[in-house]
C-alpha cells in the first residue's frame, strides 16, 4: 500500500522509521486510564470540540472521502464490516474503524479489508504526535480516531466505515458528517457514561443523527424507538426501519445477524439509489455481504476432533440473551458448558443468572485486561442468587488462566458436548489465542490470532514504559 504524507503535515517533523511498532503503541496508549478517569469520562463535553482542534490541525482529513456512521449497543461492528465488505466488493478503496480490538491494534484501522501495516503506525504517530502534544486534554480514543482519519486520507479512501466507539453524541467519531447513518439495537450498557433507562442511552446513540442525512435502523424497543424517531424528525432526517435481510446470504448466523446486515444492505442501496455509488450492482454487493468475516461473534472455533468451542463477544445481557436464543436455534440437543469472564464496569450478575438458566456447568475465569474481574469477585457478586436458589447446586470451576478453563470445561463436559466462551471481547480473544496454542495451524494463515504474539500488553499503565520507548 502506498501512503503519502498530507502536504500540512509533512513540513513539520520527519518520520523515525527506526522506531518501533510496539513503541509507537506504548506512546499511544500512555495517558490510558481504566478506573473511569481518563479524559473521554472526565470531560465528555469537551469531546467534540477536542476532535475539530486536532483534525483542523490536520487540516481536516475528514473530507478527504466519503464515510459511513454506525452507532448502536450491540451489532454496530457486524454491521460495520458487512457495509466495508460489500463497499470493497463493488470496487471502492475502502476504510474501516471499529473497537475493540481482538488480537492486533491493527484491526481497528484496516485499508480494503487488510490490516493497518505494522510499520506504517510509528510514522505516523510521529508525524502526529506534535498536534497530539498541542492539545494536552486529548482522550487516547481521540488520538485513535484522528489517527484512523489521517491514514484514510493518506490511503485514498473513497470511503470509510466508522464505527461509534461509546455513545454517539459525545463520541470522538461524531465530527464525521456522513452520507448515511446505520443504528443498531439499543440495550442497557455503559450505563455509568450514558445513563441508566433506555431512552437516556437512545439520546446518546442518536447524536450521530445529522440533518438531512438518511438513517437506517433495527427495530428498537418503545423508548429507543421513540427517541430515534423524535431526533430524526427534528432534524429533517430520513429514518428508515429494517427488516430481517432474509432474500440474501448472510455469513454470520442468527436472526440478530439478518437484522444488522439488513441495515448494512439498506444503506447501501439508499446510497446507490441517490448516485452516491456508481460502480453499483447487486451481483458484487452480494459477494460483498456473503464475503464478510468478523471473528468472535458466534464463532465455531477451528474443528481439531475434540470437544468444539464456540466464542461469542456477548457482554451485557441483552446480547447472552441472543447468544442464548441462537443457541437454541443451532445447538438445541447438545450439552452446554459456559467459560465466562466479564469487566468490572458490566452488570455481570443477571448475565451468569441467564447462563444457569441454560446449564448447571460453568468456568470462571478472568481476562488479562485491567478491568477484569477475578474469579473470587465474581463468585461474591453471584453468592446472594446461589444462595435464594440453593436446590440447583451447578458446577462451578475457577480457572486461573482462560487455557486453564478450556482443560477444565473439557473435563466436566459430555462427549457429546459444545463449550461456549463469552461476558467478553477480552476473553473471546484470548480462548481464540488459547486454541490457537493448542492446537497450533488449525486456524487458517489469514486469521488474525497469529498476531496476538507480537502485541504490547496495552491493558495496565504504561506512562513510564512510553517514556522510555516513545518514537
Not at 488474525?448 to 518514537?471: H, I, K
Amino acid at each position: 500500500m502506498s501512503v503519502s504524507n498530507s502536504p500540512l503535515i509533512e513540513p513539520l517533523i520527519e518520520p523515525d522509521l527506526s522506531a518501533t511498532y510496539s513503541a509507537a503503541l506504548l506512546y499511544l496508549f500512555s495517558t490510558a486510564r481504566y478506573d473511569g478517569r481518563g479524559q473521554k469520562y472526565l470531560n465528555p463535553d469537551r469531546g467534540q470540540e477536542r476532535m475539530r482542534e486536532i483534525l483542523a490541525r490536520l487540516g481536516n482529513p475528514q473530507m478527504r472521502f466519503k464515510a459511513v456512521h454506525i452507532a448502536g449497543t450491540k451489532g454496530k461492528g457486524s454491521t460495520s464490516a458487512y457495509t466495508e465488505s460489500i463497499l470493497r466488493h463493488l470496487g471502492y478503496r475502502t476504510g474501516l474503524f471499529t473497537s475493540p480490538h481482538l488480537h492486533t491494534f491493527r484491526e481497528r484501522v484496516r485499508i480494503d479489508g487488510q490490516l493497518m501495516a505494522k510499520d506504517a503506525l510509528p510514522a505516523l504517530i510521529e508525524r502526529l504526535r506534535p498536534h497530539f502534544e498541542a492539545i494536552p486534554d486529548l482522550s487516547v480514543f481521540d488520538k485513535i480516531t484522528a489517527l484512523a482519519i489521517q491514514h484514510f486520507a493518506d490511503a485514498g479512501v473513497e470511503w470509510a466505515v466508522v464505527e461509534v466507539g461509546l455513545g454517539g453524541r459525545l463520541d470522538s467519531t461524531n465530527v464525521l458528517t456522513p452520507q448515511v447513518c446505520g443504528i443498531t439495537r439499543i440495550s442497557k450498557d455503559h450505563m455509568q457514561v450514558l445513563g441508566d433507562t433506555l431512552a437516556l442511552i437512545a439520546y446518546e446513540k442518536a447524536g450521530i443523527i445529522k440533518p438531512g442525512v438518511p438513517v437506517f435502523a433495527s427495530p428498537q424497543r418503545k423508548d429507543p424507538h421513540r427517541v430515534l424517531e423524535e431526533t430524526a424528525a427534528a432534524r429533517h432526517s430520513p429514518l428508515h426501519w429494517v427488516a430481517p435481510l432474509r432474500n440474501q446470504l448472510v455469513p454470520l448466523f442468527g436472526r440478530h445477524q439478518q437484522v444488522n446486515a439488513a441495515v448494512a444492505w439498506h444503506m447501501i442501496e439508499d446510497l446507490a439509489r441517490r448516485g452516491e455509488l456508481p460502480n453499483y450492482n447487486i451481483a458484487n454487493a452480494t459477494a460483498g455481504l456473503a464475503a464478510t468475516w468478523w471473528p468472535g461473534r458466534f464463532e465455531l472455533l477451528p474443528d481439531v476432533g475434540t470437544l468444539p468451542l464456540l466464542v461469542d463477544c456477548a457482554h451485557n445481557v441483552d446480547s447472552i440473551n441472543i447468544l442464548l436464543t441462537a443457541l437454541r436455534q443451532k445447538y438445541a440437543q447438545r450439552p452446554i458448558t459456559f467459560i465466562f469472564g466479564a469487566n468490572r464496569d458490566k452488570r455481570m450478575r443477571p448475565m451468569i443468572e441467564r447462563l444457569l438458566s441454560v446449564s448447571r456447568r460453568l468456568v470462571l475465569v478472568q481476562s488479562r485486561h485491567a478491568k477484569a474481574l477475578s474469579t473470587a469477585e465474581i463468585r461474591q457478586e453471584l453468592r446472594p442468587w446461589l444462595q435464594k436458589n440453593d436446590q440447583i447446586a451447578p458446577t462451578i470451576l475457577d480457572a486461573t488462566s482462560v487455557s486453564e478453563a478450556v482443560t477444565l470445561a473439557m473435563e466436566i463436559t459430555p462427549s457429546d458436548g459444545l463449550l461456549v466462551g463469552t461476558g467478553s471481547v477480552f476473553v473471546t480473544a484470548e480462548l481464540r489465542e488459547a486454541w490457537n496454542e493448542r492446537y497450533p495451524h488449525a486456524f487458517p494463515a489469514t486469521d488474525w490470532v497469529y498476531e496476538a504474539a507480537d502485541e504490547p500488553d496495552l491493558n495496565v499503565p504504561m506512562q513510564a514504559a512510553a517514556r522510555r520507548q516513545s518514537p
